[in-house]
């Protein structure tokens, strides 16, 4: 099968181009808008173009679209349909866009934040007025950027927030809530959970509240049922990450986000034996059973050093956490090309030492 991944320098993208390059089944092909050099060093894809998503696929005529990115999620849903597994155009409204993610609530077990779009800076001020809040891309596949953290009675973000209103970006403001941030991670098909894994976020970039530079797995039933039922209740198909705030004073759930596409953390994923671009493909193609049981280890984590972790170790003074990397059940992505590594240690330098 000629399969045609998007957004190929991501680097979930280039951890499911590695592992069906390893399977050797398919012919695979990657595209980005982006010059793809150091992705090309690689050398996982049978070739790799740079343009649009439409003008790669009128070159590769592919039979399977695997799309990573969100921009890359809402083309395939207006075009290329009958090439991807995924979700309704209703389903997909819901997840891409966060203030229509309420209606959730009416699932038992499922509480997501008050949150509400705003114009200005005045309704901002307003609603911080008594509680913090967290400002974000009311829809990432339209303008995608951290969060900012607007702390009670504090203006100090509102001059970085006021560059995206009048730059047309339609933004939302959401209570925060505190707790350790977790994920369900999956694959499924017409409501049904073909694969999945969970796992607890260890370090973050930023350290405010961003992706995921070290996780480890772990497996909570509670996590399970409330996510089954909203996968259910969206009748999702696809790759589909459920992002929650987990107190665990109360043994509470927030969710904070659907993520529609393959998430930063895939790579996870393969240490723990699970193959989600082999997986995605096999349910395309074929009648799959729902997957209830777990299929993985809890405790393994993964680490992407030169990814952030590395930086926000020397950050926060924690360098001394690095022989975590060489613990048994610990992963990095370390190594994979030493070229590529040589340019993300020079990135890391970099950052280190700027302000």
Known sequence: MRILITDANYKNSIAIQRELYRENVHE???????????????????????????????????????????????????????LCLIPTK??????????????????????????????????????????????????????KFDPFYVKLGSDSEFE???????????????????????????????????????????????????SSTAAKSIFCEKMFNVSKQIIEYLNWSGPLMIEYKYDETKQ???????????WGSLDLSYALGLNFGKTLIEAYSNNVEEQIEKRYDVEKKFFWVLD?????????????????????????????NFFVDSIKLLWTIKKMFSK
């Open 160 to 210: 970085k927030i006021e560059k995206y209103l009048s730059g047309g970006v339609k933004l939302l403001m959401q209570e925060q809530v505190s707790g350790v941030g977790r994920g369900f991670f999956c694959i499924a098909k017409e409501g049904k959970i073909i694969s999945y894994y969970m796992h607890q976020r260890i370090r973050e970039i930023p350290i405010t509240g961003g």
């Open 90 to 143: 209703e389903s997909l409204e819901i997840a891409l866009n966060k203030d229509k993610m309420v209606i959730l609530n009416s699932l038992k077990d499922v509480y997501y934040p008050e949150c509400r779009l705003f114009a200005n800076l005045e309704d901002l001020r307003l609603y911080s007025r008594d509680k913090n809040c967290v400002v974000k891309s009311s829809n990432e596949s339209l303008a």
């Open 308 to 336: 952030g972790d590395l930086l926000v170790l020397f950050k926060t003074g924690k360098l001394y956490k690095i022989k975590e990397y060489f613990y048994k059940d610990s992963y990095t992505n370390l190594f994979e």
């Open 28 to 82: 695979i092909f990657a595209t980005d808008k982006e010059a793809v050099f150091f992705t090309k060093r690689l050398g996982y894809c049978k070739d790799y173009i740079v343009g649009s998503l439409e003008e790669s696929v009128k070159q590769i005529k592919p039979e399977f679209i695997i799309p990573v990115g969100s921009e890359a999620v809402k083309i395939c849903s207006e075009k290329y349909r009958e």
């Open 252 to 262: 509470q759930y927030y969710l904070i986000e659907l993520n529609p596409k393959f």
